[in-house]
């Protein structure tokens, strides 16, 4: 590494940390229902959206109104994405005629955008159509983050709220999500990237000649617009099949950046938000510690790993599978970022990273999102996290485990236990049936811990629904596409709910006030306690998989093999 790699490593890290206070205070007033500054300009439209719906916005649900909306309203999303897909061929807005996009791949494909995985089988540019990708893909992106912000809300009224049964209105959290935070970032972003020469069109491809005399067919359509909400949305996917390394979704360093960054910068800043709305901006600045040190960690890793001379090829720093125009360190700095952050975009292809680097990628996924993670399901899985770590720390000094002032019970920790074992289950069983039928092993373009690795990501990028992909899989098949999409349903719906049934559940306690012996959670001892149990469940339950895939491999490697 140089000097401007280190230089790219610290001006990331310290936009994070600056833009964190900013965007997250403001996040705070929107939700709290305060005056902010696009309370004037917008507040029509809010307004406007309870008028046409019929919603009261003055009307609370319980925690099983709230589930009960929440999976009605993914329902439909998933059924619209999936005809839109199906009926293709007979839609307007597709230019080059594309045809309709059979049922196991429409299925994938709803699902993963319903789930904000944003997991794809498919070729962008090949496959769908502009309105597909408008009104079913790009209106998902924005659904699919409100629905994980809708939830969180949800749980933070659970903690802050006593004796009650009410966790407010899902209507009014996916509505102020979408107007006030994702529409009006999304649309700043979008005219930065059109700026650099991110294409936004609606024009037929293009056929091209090149110098060396064959046709090129260059692809078209409205990107900027849906690349801003994926990336903000942590929804990730691409409008293109190479994704950020396409030159038209990602041209220039500045739009690398600009889309590197907001990867994490709505998930960064609800910590704050978070701290604001529970009082208590110490304990905030506490989870993001948590997040950015654990992430700070990996990309070290990665980094290192990456600049190692690599025995198979005697030097470090290899380019394969990178963009010579980004080098080493911006996709470095992208894998880690797009893995913490439940977003799945990519930069880079992934089975051409170090094997450490490519396990930091797994392992950063197969932590539950957590650490940063999906905008909304990050921090409310990070909750769960923390309340098992309160529940463990009570048990070994003897007193009724508390967070917030709530006490958490046995109940409570059935629902966390949940949260966090269904993704793992789904991970670990999916990878070992793929790796033991001919339909899951008919899919890998390499062999050993290499394929391994392919399976593993794959099952882990559709469970945490991330949605990156490592490459080299063909997983537009119908063992994938099916199993996959199961996964996804699995990893996002068997999360939200408990996590909701835990929100019910701590409204109707009562808050006890701080004594000396509360055990507080807005000091070092917290964060290194909390730390400690995010790194050891995930140690636990997933090292013999990554035995068997990058860590092998890694090893494998220094002996000068390769798969």
Same mark, same amino acid.
């Given at each position: +590494? ?462 945490? !629904? ?7 899989? !063909? ?5 994938? !596409? ?5 996964? +996804? ?20 306690? !009562? ?53």
């Amino acid at each position: +590494m140089n000097k401007f790699d280190w230089i790219q490593v610290a001006v990331y890290s310290l936009a994070l940390i600056i833009a964190t206070p900013i965007l997250g205070s403001y996040m705070a007033k929107v939700f709290m229902g305060k005056r902010h500054l696009l309370s004037y300009p917008l507040g029509w439209l809010e307004r406007l959206v309870y008028k046409v719906s019929g919603v009261d916005p003055e009307i609370e649900m319980t925690w099983k109104g709230f589930t009960f909306s929440i999976i009605v309203f993914n329902i439909i999303g998933l059924l619209v994405v999936f005809f839109l897909q199906f009926f293709q061929a007979r839609l307007p807005l597709n230019p080059q005629a594309l045809p309709d996009v059979s049922w196991h791949l429409a299925f994938n494909t709803a699902v993963s955008f319903i789930t904000n995985t944003n997991w794809q089988s498919y070729s962008g540019e090949n496959t769908m159509g502009y309105l597909v990708q408008m009104l079913g893909l790009a209106v998902q992106n924005f659904l699919s983050a409100a629905t994980g912000l809708a939830v969180l809300l949800a749980l933070i009224r659970g903690l802050i709220r006593k004796k009650t049964d009410t966790l407010g209105n899902c209507w009014v959290d996916l509505t102020r999500s979408v107007v006030y935070v994702l529409l009006p970032l999304s649309i700043i972003l979008a005219v930065f990237l059109v700026s650099q020469g991110v294409v936004q069109n609606f024009s037929h491809y293009v056929t091209a000649h090149t110098v060396e005399g064959v046709e090129q067919v260059i692809p078209m359509g409205p990107a900027a617009s849906q690349i801003a909400i994926k990336q903000l949305g942590t929804n990730g996917g691409g409008f293109f099949n190479t994704n950020s390394a396409h030159p038209f979704e990602n041209p220039t360093p500045l739009s690398n950046w600009l889309e590197m960054f907001s990867l994490l910068m709505i998930a960064a800043a609800f910590c704050y938000t978070f701290g604001t709305m529970v009082r208590s901006k110490k304990h905030g600045w506490i989870l993001f510690a948590a997040m950015f040190l654990i992430w700070f960690a990996g990309l070290g890793l990665s980094l290192y790993s990456e600049y190692s001379v690599n025995p198979v090829f005697g030097h470090g720093a290899l380019m394969e599978g990178k963009e010579v125009r980004l080098g080493v360190t911006n996709s470095i700095i992208w894998s880690t970022a797009t893995t913490v952050a439940s977003n799945g975009s990519v930069n880079a292809m992934h089975s051409s990273l170090s094997p450490i680097a490519g396990g930091i990628s797994i392992f950063n996924m197969m932590l539950g999102e957590i650490i940063f993670g999906g905008v909304g399901s990050g921090l409310y899985g990070m909750l769960m996290f923390i309340l098992l770590t309160v529940f463990l720390a009570g048990l070994m000094v003897g007193r009724t485990p508390e967070y917030l002032g709530k006490k958490i019970e046995t109940k409570e920790i059935a629902f966390v236990l949940i949260t966090i074992l269904a993704p793992a289950a789904t991970i670990l069983l999916g990878s070992g049936i793929a790796s033991i039928l001919p339909a899951g092993l008919a899919g890998l373009s390499n062999k050993g811990p290499h394929g391994f690795s392919e399976i593993l990501y794959a099952f882990t990028s559709a469970s945490q !629904n991330n949605g990156s992909a490592f490459a080299g899989l !063909n997983a537009n098949t119908v063992f994938y !596409n099916v199993s996959l999409g199961l996964c +996804m349903l699995i990893g996002r719906f068997a999360v939200i709910v408990p996590v909701l049934a835990v929100a019910g559940s701590l409204a109707k306690k !009562n808050i006890s006030p701080p004594s000396e012996g509360t055990f507080a959670t807005d000091n070092m001892v917290f964060l290194v306690l909390l730390i400690s149990v995010i790194l050891i469940v995930g140690a636990l339950t997933f090292l013999p998989a990554l035995s068997l895939g990058p860590i092998i491999e890694h090893f494998l490697m220094l002996t000068g093999r390769t798969f």
